[in-house]
């Protein structure tokens, strides 16, 4: 099952994006999807979880309140809606997925392609 990223842009700080990351077939129940980030020159940073199954959802500290992980299950699809975007936020956003819960971008095994969002000042 591979997963493909969409929705990343050019935004003006303090606007919305909302990302798409969907997989070419049904996810195993046991997954968590994620969102990692990686800015030009930085580490992978994470950024947002979600499992498959049930409601549990994973933020990082510097999105809390800001963005908001989903799902559709029908849809095979995991989104990333963030509003309140600022220029630090500037980066590339990658989906993956795990079977148990990380925050380190080294303890995840299968990555998606990623998808650029800029933002202005």
């Known amino acids: 099952v591979q997963l493909q990223a969409s929705g990343g842009g050019l935004v003006q700080a303090g606007g919305s994006l909302r990302l798409s990351c969907t997989a070419s077939?049904?996810?195993?129940?046991?997954?968590?999807i994620y969102w990692f980030r990686q800015a030009q020159g930085k580490e992978r940073e994470f950024v947002a979880a979600?499992?498959?199954?049930?409601?549990?959802?994973y933020y990082g500290d510097s999105v809390k309140g800001r963005f908001t992980i989903s799902r559709d299950n029908a849809e095979y699809a995991v989104y990333l809606q963030m509003n309140s975007l600022q220029p630090e936020d500037t980066a590339v956003y990658y989906c993956?997925?795990?079977?148990?819960?990380?925050?380190?971008?080294?303890?995840?095994?299968?990555w998606g392609q990623g998808t650029l969002v800029t933002v202005s000042s």
């Open positions: 993956a997925r795990g079977s148990s819960l990380t925050y380190d971008a080294r303890s995840v095994s299968y």
């Open positions: 077939g049904r996810p195993y129940s046991s997954w968590i």
């Open positions: 979600i499992r498959w199954s049930g409601n549990r959802s």
